[in-house]
């Protein structure tokens, strides 16, 4: 007899509540192809029930950060629905494009920030809360168990006036390791929002996990996970996204069901394990975790500031690859405001064999790092001390990386996004469009476009002094 999709649905989430939680209670499931996805079917369903509810939905393309701790006011926003976050995944400000809903970030040290969470959501037009329970951009998590007390003391408010609840939505894609170390039990914390959420818990709520990645299985097979009345407002509707076909979820199954909960969790404590090590190098080799203090055990992301990007340049030169990370700390520019971060899964734990010396690839990371390192100490120079790591020159006399510079003025409108915008339309048309030759004779392209601008600088103030000192001897 042919199984249904909603059946293997049904056991895939049966398979994945051992690190979920909610063994116990009712669950509504969907499946997608990819965590993008699932964060949009979250948000889809959750603007169908503002609809509903409401009668609104989206209807704006803006977000915006707050600060201090009054609620916001947009009166240009004209009954638009609004999400608060923290420093949400790329996913989110595409959701909010797509489905024209309000974004407004609530981030402290990259988490969201509970004490301004607290004013922001009576704001009756808030129908949603985004929370992470690891961040891709720096490995830290969000206060879950605060969250949840400030979302379920304003929905008891609201349930008594009659009010539409707010839905706190759990984005849990990439943090497998964080749901095996964090589970509540002999001591240990717990970030599994389904089991934090108690019995008589009146908030609706979305958690969203990967079969992928983490768990091993194809490409393409996520899963989003709501309590009942969640997920199936999107009955009958069309949903944005593929979803995995019933053979992937077959072999998705047999692939969770050979390793089994047992071995997964094995697997999972060896890698915080190594882990630590990652922080213990990094550290060694004079740099900073990145926010540090929201790193929960079991965080596979480990993020370090890098002064002008130096280490990061050096080692993607030995074949390493990271995810650039600039305006660390915007609101303290005397600060070093660039680094890189890296995502490990068990995969980083395979023995390259002769290719790697018979080292594992992250031990190879680690040596590659290390000999950086010295290698950066030993080539500092006196000339670039005279300029701040964060400074386009400072960068280019430390052998950093010059685009992180770039980035940032792409942060904030004005001259700089102009010019940086202009340079790297120009650069990457040149990379696309020259062929290979040019690419060839120039390999390097923007760091010797950097060098002209920084030399034609020089040249100006030069003759400016030359020219001053004529005047002042005649």
């Given at each position: 007899e042919e199984v249904g999709r909603g059946a293997l649905e049904a056991q895939l989430l049966g398979f994945q509540r051992h690190f979920l939680g909610g063994m116990d209670k009712p669950l509504e499931v969907i499946t997608t192809g990819g965590g993008t996805r699932s964060i949009n079917i979250a948000f889809e369903a959750i603007l169908q029930r503002a609809r509903a509810e409401r009668g609104c939905g989206g209807g704006g393309r803006s977000s915006r950060?707050?600060?201090?701790?009054?609620?916001?006011?947009?009166?240009?926003?004209?009954?638009?629905?609004?999400?608060?976050?923290?420093?949400?995944?790329?996913?989110?400000?595409?959701?909010?494009?797509?489905?024209?809903?309000?974004?407004?970030?609530?981030?402290?040290c990259g988490t969201l920030d509970t004490r301004r969470l607290a004013v922001e959501i009576r704001d009756p037009r808030v129908v949603a809360v985004y929370s992470q329970t690891l961040s891709y951009t720096d490995g830290i998590s969000d206060d879950l168990e605060a969250i949840l007390a400030i979302v379920e003391a304003e929905n008891e408010r609201r349930s008594g006036a009659g009010l539409p609840l707010v839905t706190l939505v759990n984005d849990s894609c990439l943090a497998f390791c964080v749901l095996v170390h964090n589970d509540g039990r002999g001591g240990r914390g717990c970030l599994r929002l389904l089991?934090?959420?108690?019995?008589?818990?009146?908030?609706?709520?979305?958690?969203?996990?990967?079969?992928?990645?983490?768990?091993?299985?194809?490409?393409?097979?996520?899963?989003?996970?709501?309590?009942?009345?969640?997920?199936?407002?999107?009955?009958?509707?069309?949903?944005?996204?593929?979803?995995?076909?019933?053979?992937?979820?077959?072999?998705?199954l047999a692939d969770l069901l050979l390793v089994g909960v047992d071995g997964y969790t094995r697997i999972y404590r060896e890698l915080a394990e190594q882990m630590r090590r990652v922080e213990a190098a990094v550290e060694a080799a004079g740099l900073a975790?990145?926010?540090?203090?929201?790193?929960?055990a079991g965080s596979s992301v480990i993020s370090a500031e890098d002064p002008a990007g130096v280490l990061m340049r050096k080692l993607k030169r030995r074949g390493h690859s990271f995810a650039s990370l600039f305006n660390l700390y915007p609101s303290d520019p005397a600060r070093c405001q660039y680094g890189w971060s890296l995502s490990l899964t068990p995969y980083a734990l395979r023995d390259l064999g002769g290719?790697?010396?018979?080292?594992?690839?992250?031990?190879?990371?680690?040596?590659?790092?290390?000999?950086?390192?010295?290698?950066?100490?030993?080539?500092?120079?006196?000339?670039?001390?005279?300029?701040?790591?964060?400074?386009?020159?400072?960068?280019?006399?430390?052998?950093?990386?010059?685009?992180?510079?770039?980035?940032?003025?792409?942060?904030?409108?004005?001259?700089?996004?102009?010019?940086?915008?202009?340079?790297?339309?120009?650069?990457?048309?040149?990379?696309?469009?020259?062929?290979?030759?040019?690419?060839?004779?120039?390999?390097?392209?923007?760091?010797?476009?950097?060098?002209?601008?920084?030399?034609?600088?020089?040249?100006?103030?030069?003759?400016?002094?030359?020219?001053?000192?004529?005047?002042?001897?005649?």
């Open positions: 950060a707050v600060g201090g701790g009054g609620v916001a006011s947009s009166a240009a926003a004209g009954g638009r629905v609004r999400v608060l976050t923290g420093n949400p995944h790329l996913a989110v400000e595409r959701a909010e494009r797509r489905f024209g809903f309000e974004l407004v970030r609530l981030y402290d089991d934090l959420a108690g019995a008589r818990c009146t908030t609706p709520l979305i958690v969203t996990l990967d079969a992928h990645k983490h768990l091993g299985v194809d490409k393409g097979v996520s899963s989003c996970v709501g309590s009942p009345g969640t997920l199936s407002h999107l009955a009958g509707s069309v949903r944005v996204g593929a979803q995995p076909t019933k053979g992937m979820l077959v072999r998705a975790v990145v926010h540090r203090s929201h790193r929960a290719a790697g010396g018979g080292a594992t690839a992250l031990e190879v990371f680690l040596r590659d790092l290390g000999r950086a390192a010295a290698e950066a100490r030993a080539a500092d120079s006196r000339l670039a001390t005279l300029f701040s790591a964060n400074s386009l020159p400072g960068i280019l006399l430390r052998g950093g990386t010059e685009e992180l510079y770039l980035f940032t003025l792409l942060w904030r409108p004005g001259l700089g996004r102009a010019a940086a915008s202009l340079v790297l339309r120009r650069l990457f048309t040149g990379l696309l469009d020259a062929g290979v030759v040019r690419s060839r004779k120039r390999a390097d392209p923007l760091r010797e476009l950097a060098w002209l601008a920084v030399c034609g600088v020089l040249l100006a103030l030069a003759l400016a002094l030359a020219v001053s000192a004529l005047l002042s001897s005649s």
